[in-house]
């Protein structure tokens, strides 16, 4: 049978049904192998990732993937694997600059993403990446805290909540009397017009 036929007839097969992939399990390098093949056998990127859809399930790369793979097998590429990337690898995520920024920030809730730019000797964007994504702290009112509630945190809403609960089961018309808010504070300022 054709691959082709047998790609749009196993695509073709799974719909309307609530089946597991029976491939989820399956490495980048072989769905690259999968795309080489079936680019080779004439199928259209589309149903390329149509066809590994069915199979792979959620662990199937993007289409915009399966295009830009068939692309670089048009260009005479015959590797399934990613290619090595010219230049350094990057130095400023490293743990010892983690721990620094770390300690920075428990000596003084105050400090500024450039003054750990500048202690790390690394840009703006990288000490903020740092503090950020690497180690999960926000600023609030001028000091950095981290995302996560504590125990206590988590406690006291508990407590909130379930007053409040208390509250509208003895008068349910407290809805209409209930003001909410999140962390995040507007400050509405309408000037006044200068005529």
């Known amino acids: 049978m054709c691959s082709t036929a047998l790609c749009l007839q196993l695509s073709g097969s799974n719909k309307g049904e609530n089946m597991d992939a029976p491939l989820q399990d399956c490495t980048i390098k072989e769905q690259h192998g999968v795309v080489r093949f079936l680019w080779a056998e004439g199928v259209k990127p589309v149903e390329i990732h149509h066809c590994m859809l069915a199979q792979y399930g959620q662990s199937t790369m993007s289409q915009q993937k399966v295009c830009e793979w068939v692309e ?103 809805l209409q009397r209930t003001v909410t808010g999140n962390e995040t504070w507007v400050h509405h300022y309408d000037p006044e017009s200068k005529r």
């Not at 350094?88 to 743990?95: A, I, L, Y």
């Not at 620094?100 to 202690?119: C, G, N, P, W």
């Not at 409040?164 to 003895?170: A, C, I, L, N, S």
């Open 72 to 174: 670089r097998f048009k260009l005479s590429r015959t590797r399934v694997t990613d290619e090595g990337r010219s230049g350094r690898p990057s130095t400023s995520h490293t743990q010892d600059h983690i721990d620094r920024a770390d300690a920075m920030i428990r000596e003084d809730r105050q400090i500024t993403v450039s003054e750990v730019a500048a202690h790390l000797d690394t840009s703006y964007g990288s000490a903020y990446a740092i503090l950020h994504d690497d180690l999960g702290y926000r600023k609030v009112c001028a000091q950095w805290v981290p995302k996560e509630l504590t125990v206590v945190h988590k406690r006291q809403c508990m407590q909130v909540a379930t007053q409040f609960v208390r509250w509208y089961e003895e008068d349910p018309s407290i």
